[in-house]
């Protein structure tokens, strides 16, 4: 069948009208498979919710017990018929639970990616290609000036200061779910042991990832009121870069500003939001993985969304490859 008669883009977000379902509406819908759990593609008031385990339990912590009407939950590989229509979760890399959705009817499949990468993650499942007529790709860093570093060796820069400036308090902005627990990993896996501490935003979410197995090393609370503030000297830690602007963080022994996201590729903003440490670490692909996953794929066509959609589109074009943008609003670069 038509790959735009199966799945289109409607108001609410990708709809499958033979299926009876959106692939994350921005507005509660009957029907809505979800694949992860940022809040602008996971969001609450669904009557019913498709996802993976980990994912429906993030959106519980999140939103709340009644965040939908009723959930089922997806395992990776497993199909599903929704009214003729077949479904399946593959894994997407991002962040715990992510998940690439395959509709597939009449000899027609299309992939949903949601939001991907390729880079190596201890903290979630690795991405999995998946054959497809049609390949909905996200374009977060969708233009040829992206191209992101070693996170290990952006990992290195914050051992280093550590080393040069041994009093002063290292604060690491992270979006909660999934940066954040990357780069504890990242810090561990470079042989850094000692604690680190959190800001009370992310406990929930790091003690559920200690509880998927995730092992994050010691974790401590980043509450300086209990505590002899000399304990923080030369210590790291781990917060939304939103609390790092206030109070909170200026009570701490000389803080040093770092955030760790890929758009800390670009000096400008990094020097607007005061970072004195930029670490170039994303949880979504640069500009040659997105290229060379098309490349891997040779899908009929490409669809475009949340992005710098056109230069991904002409990329395409350029090689003969059908595309086109899908020009999907509400959804951010959150966990960039």
């Known amino acids: 069948m038509r790959p735009d008669a199966l799945l ?3 108001p609410e977000g990708l709809y ?3 299926g009876g379902f959106y692939v994350d509406p921005v507005r509660p819908v009957e029907r809505a498979l979800v694949t992860h759990g940022h809040s602008d ?7 019913h919710v498709l996802a993976t385990r980990q994912t429906l339990d993030i959106m519980r912590l999140r939103c709340g017990d009644g965040f939908s009407g009723s959930e089922q939950a997806v395992s990776f590989g497993e199909e599903l018929d929704l009214n003729g229509v077949k479904v399946s979760f593959h894994p997407a890399g991002h962040v715990l639970g992510s998940a690439q959705i395959a509709v597939e009817k009449n000899g027609t499949r299309i992939v949903v990616s949601g939001d991907y990468k390729r880079r190596p993650d201890p903290t979630c499942a690795a991405y999995e290609p998946v054959p497809c007529d049609v390949f909905i790709t996200e374009a977060t860093f969708g233009l040829p000036v992206f191209h992101h570093p070693d996170p290990m060796g952006e990992i290195g820069k914050v051992l280093a200061s550590l080393r040069q400036f041994p009093e002063r308090t290292h604060l690491i902005g992270a979006y909660a779910l999934g940066k954040a627990q990357r780069v ?6 470079a042989g850094y042991g000692e604690p680190i501490y959190i800001h009370g935003a992310m406990e929930q979410l790091c003690d559920y990832y200690a509880g998927q197995g ?3 090393g010691d974790l401590r609370p980043a509450t300086i009121e209990s505590r ?7 210590a790291v830690v781990v917060g939304p870069s939103s609390a790092f602007a206030d109070r909170w963080a200026r009570r701490f022994n000389e803080p040093l500003p770092a955030f760790a996201s890929g758009w800390m590729m670009v000096r400008q903003r990094a020097k607007q939001q005061g970072v004195e440490l930029p670490l170039v670490i994303s949880d979504h692909c640069d500009w040659p993985e997105l290229t060379e996953t098309i490349t891997e794929l040779s899908p009929a066509e490409v669809w475009v969304t949340h992005g710098r959609e056109e230069a991904l589109v002409r990329w395409c074009e350029l090689r003969g490859i059908k595309a086109r943008p899908l020009h999907l609003v509400g959804y951010e670069d959150e966990g960039d």
């Open 8 to 10: 289109f883009p409607a």
């Open 16 to 18: 499958c009208p033979d």
């Open 41 to 47: 593609h996971a969001r609450p008031g669904h009557r």
């Open 184 to 189: 504890i990993r990242l810090l561990r896996d």
């Open 214 to 216: 995730i092992d994050l």
């Open 228 to 234: 002899d503030k000399s304990v923080f000297k030369g």
